[in-house]
């Protein structure tokens, strides 16, 4: 209607080719654009495929439509082209692996490409100054001293997964260890968060519908990359709306309804509201309950909504990678029985494992003397390494300076990114960096290497949570080796070497996890 009114005021010549003129305006637009990017535009001299270059539809096609694919097509680009090369029309991929420490250290000080447009998370926040006042309020809740503090409720929650271990032991009967592992770990950190764990270990199916939606989530979030208008509307629609147009987004919508139900509770409570967790006696006020009435964030950071989708990313992220983490951990050492059996070694000398108790061993114990176990710590370092958690690139955007790389200024507002996928399989520093080898960290020289390890990032926005993600590492396999033995169950190494990328690594589509019998 609107465009017949606008047309009728045209004169009857052109009123007759009103359409004709229309698509040639289209299609001009096209293709001065399409000239002004391969030939004008500030990233035209780097190198790499024109119709990455030409249109974000390139990428699309790869991560949305081949699902996840991306990582690999940037892979073949760096062979073909070299260190640096255009991935779509305003970002630059970098391989190099002494460049990491500058472009994610503090000396640049980037703001963060968004990864979700208009998503109030720390995790998601662009702008470094926001960032580090969302961050300075959680950071005191995830710091060594307060994680041994509360390593009682990591220590429960594995008493709860070795019931579960001892409850099939003898029975020939497979456990899923890809759900156990994760299940354990989002017990942990809802628990860490919100006082009250989400129970996925006293669940028959430990939760599996929910890695499930939350695999699928982060697979949709490539839609919300490249459209970033769907979130905004997300937020405002009725949850059954959102639901209805967005399944894959089930698992964060519901989880984060959850979230902002249970921190409003805690608003209403008020500020004297202390909570004793169910593995100690100790009171300790829940992590979000600070952060409402004991932190310095100013009054717009600390709305429902908000600290909702910041508990929401720290739960998904402290969860999903770990879980991951310790799943590859257990593939790779029953793959290789003897270093499985030099583990085991290792931590019966140590004084774990013995006795009926077996698997319940680690309650006196801080997990930094875990690591001072020189083959327990070998073991850790090379699944982060080899176990690809984190594998999308996360990318910053250039200051108004720019940024010099390789003979190129990239100019203000140029998105750059690197993958530690690549570096953690560069066999120029990981001989043979496909196959698990903890012993490569025991070798003279060795501890140069562990600057190439970025499993967590680097810089000011390093991983909130690694000192709680080493202590449910470090903790969970000194647990589980010296107290049980267990076999693969119909398991190939397809199970967890990663096939897709959707901000985590994922397997094959159609794998059923790690599972394994317990003798």
Request: proline fraction near 6%.
């Given at each position: 209607?609107?465009?017949?009114?606008?047309t009728?005021?045209?004169?009857?010549?052109?009123?007759?080719?009103?359409?004709s003129?229309?698509?040639?305006l289209?299609?001009s637009y096209?293709i001065?654009g399409?000239?002004?990017?391969?030939?004008?535009?500030?990233l035209a001299?780097?190198?790499?495929?024109?119709?990455a270059?030409?249109?974000?539809?390139?990428e699309?096609?790869h991560?949305?439509i081949?699902?996840?694919?991306?990582?690999?097509?940037?892979?073949?680009?760096?062979?073909?082209?070299?260190?640096?090369?255009?991935i779509?029309?305003?970002?630059?991929?970098?391989?190099?692996?002494?460049?990491?420490?500058?472009?994610?250290g503090?000396?640049?000080k980037l703001?963060?490409?968004?990864?979700?447009?208009?998503?109030?998370?720390?995790?998601?926040?662009?702008?470094?100054?926001?960032?580090?006042?969302?961050?300075?309020?959680?950071?005191?809740?995830?710091?060594?001293?307060?994680?041994?503090?509360?390593?009682?409720?990591?220590?429960?929650?594995?008493?709860?997964?070795?019931?579960?271990?001892?409850?099939?032991?003898?029975?020939?009967?497979?456990?899923?260890?890809?759900?156990?592992?994760?299940?354990?770990?989002?017990?942990?950190?809802t628990?860490y968060?919100?006082?009250?764990?989400?129970?996925?270990?006293?669940?028959?199916?430990?939760?599996?519908?929910?890695?499930?939606?939350?695999?699928d989530?982060?697979?949709?979030?490539?839609?919300?990359?490249?459209?970033?208008?769907?979130?905004?509307?997300?937020?405002?629609?009725?949850?059954?709306?959102?639901?209805?147009?967005?399944?894959?987004?089930?698992a964060?919508?519901?989880?984060?309804?959850?979230?902002?139900?249970q921190?409003?509770?805690?608003?209403?409570?008020?500020?004297?509201?202390?909570?004793?967790?169910p593995a100690s006696?100790?009171?300790r006020?829940?992590m979000?309950?600070d952060?409402?009435f004991?932190?310095?964030l100013p009054?717009?950071?600390?709305?429902?909504?908000?600290?909702?989708?910041?508990?929401t990313?720290?739960?998904?992220?402290?969860?999903?990678?770990?879980?991951n983490s310790?799943?590859?951990l257990?593939?790779?050492?029953?793959?290789?029985?003897?270093?499985?059996?030099?583990?085991?070694?290792?931590?019966?000398?140590?004084?774990?494992?013995?006795g009926?108790?077996?698997g319940?061993?680690?309650?006196g114990?801080?997990?930094?003397?875990?690591?001072?176990?020189?083959?327990l710590s070998?073991c850790v370092?090379?699944?982060?390494?080899l176990?690809?958690?984190?594998?999308?690139?996360?990318?910053?955007?250039?200051g108004k300076?720019?940024?010099?790389?390789?003979?190129?200024?990239?100019?203000?507002?140029?998105?750059?990114?690197?993958?530690t996928y690549?570096?953690?399989?560069?066999?120029t520093l990981?001989?043979s960096?496909?196959?698990?080898?903890?012993?490569?960290?025991l070798?003279?020289?060795?501890k140069?290497?562990?600057k190439?390890?970025?499993?967590?990032?680097k810089g000011?926005?390093?991983?909130l949570?690694?000192e709680?993600?080493?202590?449910?590492l470090?903790l969970?396999?000194?647990?589980?080796?010296?107290?049980?033995?267990?076999?693969?169950?119909?398991?190939?190494?397809?199970?967890?070497?990663?096939?897709?990328?959707?901000?985590?690594?994922y397997?094959?589509?159609?794998?059923?996890?790690?599972?394994?019998?317990?003798?």
């Amino acid at each position: 209607m609107a465009v017949s009114t606008l047309t009728s005021y045209l004169p009857p010549s052109l009123h007759e080719h009103s359409l004709s003129y229309l698509l040639i305006l289209f299609f001009s637009y096209l293709i001065i654009g399409s000239i002004y990017r391969l030939y004008f535009h500030p990233l035209a001299k780097v190198p790499g495929p024109k119709l990455a270059a030409l249109t974000l539809w390139y990428e699309f096609y790869h991560d949305f439509i081949r699902k996840g694919k991306y990582l690999w097509v940037i892979g073949d680009m760096h062979a073909k082209y070299g260190p640096i090369v255009r991935i779509s029309p305003n970002e630059v991929h970098i391989l190099d692996k002494d460049f990491y420490d500058t472009l994610y250290g503090h000396s640049l000080k980037l703001d963060k490409d968004p990864w979700a447009k208009d998503h109030p998370s720390g995790f998601g926040t662009g702008p470094s100054d926001l960032h580090r006042v969302r961050r300075s309020a959680l950071n005191p809740f995830f710091s060594p001293h307060r994680i041994n503090e509360t390593q009682d409720i990591i220590v429960g929650k594995l008493t709860k997964l070795c019931d579960l271990l001892t409850q099939k032991r003898g029975s020939g009967v497979p456990v899923n260890l890809s759900n156990a592992y994760r299940a354990f770990t989002i017990d942990v950190i809802t628990e860490y968060v919100m006082t009250e764990s989400i129970g996925y270990l006293d669940r028959e199916d430990l939760g599996a519908p929910r890695y499930r939606m939350i695999r699928d989530g982060s697979a949709s979030q490539i839609v919300m990359n490249h459209f970033g208008w769907i979130m905004p509307i997300m937020k405002r629609l009725p949850y059954k709306w959102a639901l209805w147009l967005f399944p894959d987004a089930e698992a964060a919508l519901g989880l984060q309804r959850t979230n902002e139900q249970q921190i409003l509770a805690l608003k209403t409570a008020g500020p004297s509201h202390p909570s004793k967790t169910p593995a100690s006696t100790r009171t300790r006020n829940p992590m979000f309950h600070d952060v409402l009435f004991n932190s310095n964030l100013p009054a717009p950071e600390k709305t429902i909504e908000r600290l909702g989708a910041e508990a929401t990313l720290v739960v998904i992220a402290g969860s999903d990678t770990v879980g991951n983490s310790l799943t590859k951990l257990h593939y790779h050492l029953l793959d290789n029985p003897d270093k499985l059996a030099r583990l085991k070694r290792e931590l019966s000398d140590f004084g774990l494992g013995e006795g009926e108790e077996r698997g319940k061993g680690v309650e006196g114990v801080k997990w930094q003397e875990l690591k001072e176990l020189k083959y327990l710590s070998a073991c850790v370092t090379e699944i982060l390494r080899l176990g690809m958690t984190v594998t999308h690139r996360l990318a910053r955007v250039a200051g108004k300076e720019g940024v010099k790389y390789g003979g190129f200024l990239l100019p203000a507002g140029t998105s750059i990114s690197m993958s530690t996928y690549f570096t953690h399989l560069d066999p120029t520093l990981f001989p043979s960096p496909h196959d698990f080898i903890p012993e490569r960290w025991l070798e003279p020289g060795s501890k140069t290497l562990n600057k190439y390890v970025n499993a967590f990032s680097k810089g000011p926005r390093i991983c909130l949570g690694i000192e709680l993600a080493y202590a449910e590492l470090y903790l969970a396999a000194a647990t589980i080796y010296s107290g049980f033995d267990t076999k693969l169950y119909q398991t190939a190494r397809d199970e967890v070497e990663v096939a897709h990328d959707f901000l985590n690594g994922y397997p094959r589509l159609d794998a059923k996890g790690v599972r394994v019998t317990v003798e």
